[in-house]
């Protein structure tokens, strides 16, 4: 397997390893010679980790493509993460008393070089660390009350390593490169009790109440114990045994650390974590698209080098999406070159990469159900009145906020379009997907993967009714009892 070394500045590096190549981010993220490499490994030390910064998509792409990342984007989501922290500190307490035990001071820093301590003494609590959050460079503070505790955990460049450590980092970067496996965390087993995480005032919820209403007494008649939880009740969600999200997902919000507590403690589990990374960043699912051979609008990632280029590609009208942009929310479309201009440079200020893809007007958008690599609804979203997409946030009047829907039965859906659904979803892995797929000129096209789809009552139950509630439960139950979470 080839092996990389990603950072913002090769040219500062020193070799850490015969048998590993340095480049730099730029090239990693711009070059398509490396978006083209198989069966590669890629080590991420950019200096930064930041939501939408090299560092981020460097590992985020490195998925995209089929490439192995150290970090992955849910190790780095989770350093960033307090709850988790919080929680990872709880978990460690007795190897955090025992290690520390004899240091006088109230304070302590432990700095993590690929999963070791420059300190003999401390090898288990940083080998610790460093399988739980798979981060090169980590510095632990840690402050004592009546028991020492963790104060921050982040992520730090080689730049932030004193000189002192460098020989020490050097020599275990030498030992870490010539591994031919790398520790990854294990997860745990779980069994019976359901908690449906919803939000109040979530702008746009995935289930309306009568779908949560149905969710729960269908759930009851099958055996489970239900508990429609919130965002708060992150500490209780050990006492259950599957957890429904129901509320917006974002890389940024509470579903993300109920899905990655949830997975930790082997909780069953719809969605999971990586689909929650993975679907809510448009840079990751263009990539993963266009690798996979899956047609899609002319679509370019857009950085500051090539903003000026794209236009040639996909025309005008051309339709902007930030990374993270869900349910409309930060899409836009530029009618001229100059509205062009301005948005992709007020889109460029959040983030390092955007997303411009081909305008395709179509009357209605496909809206295949995926759960586990099989299709169990289909539905046509229409657009929202007078506007080119289904949801049209500005509107002054709350019923035009979005289009009509029907729903059909999955025997009626052109076998092209599935097809593309399945494959499309399979990029994603197991789990609960809607794919939304427009038809222009006769042409099938995939324009989103949604990792948490509506299932609103009187709209995607319109014709199998509770046999969508039950396939979705069934799975959970499945779970379970194959102890495949």
């Known amino acids: 397997m080839n092996k990389y070394i990603v950072v913002n500045h090769p040219e500062k590096w020193e070799a850490l390893a015969e048998n590993v190549e340095i480049i730099s981010a730029q090239a990693y993220l711009t070059n398509p010679e490396y978006s ?16 939408q910064s090299k560092g981020y998509y460097v590992s985020l792409l490195a998925e995209a ?25 709880e978990e460690f307490d007795d190897t955090i008393q025992k290690s520390l035990k004899n240091i006088k001071s109230t304070e302590f820093t432990l700095s993590i070089y690929f999963g070791q301590n420059v300190a003999q003494k401390y090898k288990e609590l940083s080998s610790m ?32 390593i004193p000189a002192d450590h460098k020989e020490s980092m050097y020599y275990f970067a030498s030992q870490y490169f010539s591994k031919k496996r790398y520790d990854t965390p294990r997860q745990n087993i779980a069994e019976y009790d359901l908690a449906i995480l919803v939000q109040e005032g979530d702008p746009a919820p995935p289930s309306n109440p009568k779908a949560i209403k149905r969710f729960v007494e269908l759930a009851e008649k099958m055996d489970f114990y239900v508990e429609v939880v919130t965002p708060k009740d992150l500490s209780r969600l050990s006492a259950f045994d599957a957890l429904f999200i ?26 999971y974590p990586d689909a929650i990374l993975k679907c809510c960043n448009k840079v990751f699912m263009a990539e993963a698209l266009e690798n996979a051979g899956i047609a899609t609008p002319k679509t370019v990632i857009v950085h500051k080098q090539n903003k000026h280029q794209v ?91 979005d289009g009509n829907a029907d729903c059909l039965p999955i025997e009626k859906v052109s076998p092209k379009i599935l097809d593309l659904a399945l494959k499309s979803a399979k990029l994603m892995g197991k789990g609960l997907y809607g794919i939304d797929i427009k038809e ?17 009552f009187g709209v995607e139950d319109a014709y199998y009714g509770d046999q969508v509630y039950i396939e979705i439960l069934s799975a959970l139950k499945n779970r379970l009892k194959k102890g495949e979470l």
């Open 311 to 401: 236009l040639e590609i996909t025309g005008l009208p051309v339709v902007l999406k930030s990374p993270d942009s869900t349910f409309s929310f930060g899409v836009k479309k530029a009618g001229t070159e100059q509205e062009y201009e301005e948005l992709v440079q007020q889109m460029l200020k959040k983030s390092d990469l955007v997303i411009a893809q081909e305008f395709s007007p179509s009357e209605y958008d496909w809206r295949i159900g995926i759960l586990d690599n099989k299709p169990f609804y289909a539905c046509r979203y229409y657009m929202a009145k007078g506007h080119w997409q289904i949801y049209n946030w500005d509107a002054k009047v709350k019923d035009d906020q």
């Open 129 to 160: 660390f460093y399988r739980h959050f798979q981060i090169p460079f980590l510095r632990v503070n840690f402050i004592r009350t009546n028991k020492w505790n963790i104060k921050s955990i982040k992520a730090i460049s080689e730049a932030e």
């Open 36 to 51: 083209k490499l198989k069966k590669s490994r890629i080590f991420n030390l950019c200096k930064d980790y930041s939501y």
């Open 246 to 271: 129901r509320q917006s997902t974002e890389v940024n919000n509470d579903a993300y650390a109920f899905a990655r507590k949830a997975q930790q403690e082997g909780i069953a589990l719809i969605d």
């Open 65 to 89: 493509r089929g490439h192995m990342a150290i970090p992955t984007v849910k190790n780095i989501v989770d350093l960033r993460e307090p709850k988790l922290v919080k929680i990872v500190s």
């Open 440 to 456: 222009v000129n006769k042409r099938a096209m995939v324009i989103e993967i949604n990792d948490n789809p509506n299932i609103d």
